[in-house]
Nanobody, 125 residues
Framework: QVQLVESGGGLVQAGGSLRLSCSDS????????MGWFRQAPGKEREFVAA????????YYADSVQGRFTISRDKAKNTVYLQMNSLKPENTAVYYC??????????????????WGQGTQVTVSS
């Protein structure tokens, strides 16, 4: 059964850091680009960051550029999201997913599938 598992969320004060992990235990998505999205209560799921299958290219939402870093470890079948200088508005459930459709928009959640269960990130002010 295909399953992605996100972990690493928690409660942190503004200005703090967290590192999220997305584990692909079945090694199904090692050749896929991967993305991180987030969804706050009452809001639509929004793009955070993405990384190409090789790890050589990365993409970020403007709101996190310079503070968040996406990376992947192919040997561990894991994608990471290092989040620094966190802000209360970063509070959301964070999800990872492989990019399974290649349109023109890395930012489009419709191009991703097989979402994990998400991990809650709460940033207090």
């Amino acid at each position: 059964q295909v399953q992605l598992v996100e972990s690493g969320g928690g409660l942190v004060q503004a200005g703090g850091s967290l590192r999220l992990s997305c584990s692909d235990s079945t090694r199904t998505f090692s050749s896929y680009a991967m993305g991180w999205f987030r969804q706050a209560p009452g809001k639509e799921r929004e793009f955070v960051a993405a990384i190409s299958w090789s790890g050589g290219n990365t993409y970020y939402a403007d709101s996190v550029q310079g503070r968040f870093t996406i990376s992947r470890d192919k040997a561990k079948n894991t994608v990471y999201l290092q989040m620094n200088s966190l802000k209360p508005e970063n509070t959301a459930v964070y999800y990872c997913a492989p990019r399974v459709r290649y349109g023109t928009d890395w930012y489009n959640a419709a191009e991703y599938a097989y979402w994990g269960q998400g991990t809650q990130v709460t940033v207090s002010s």
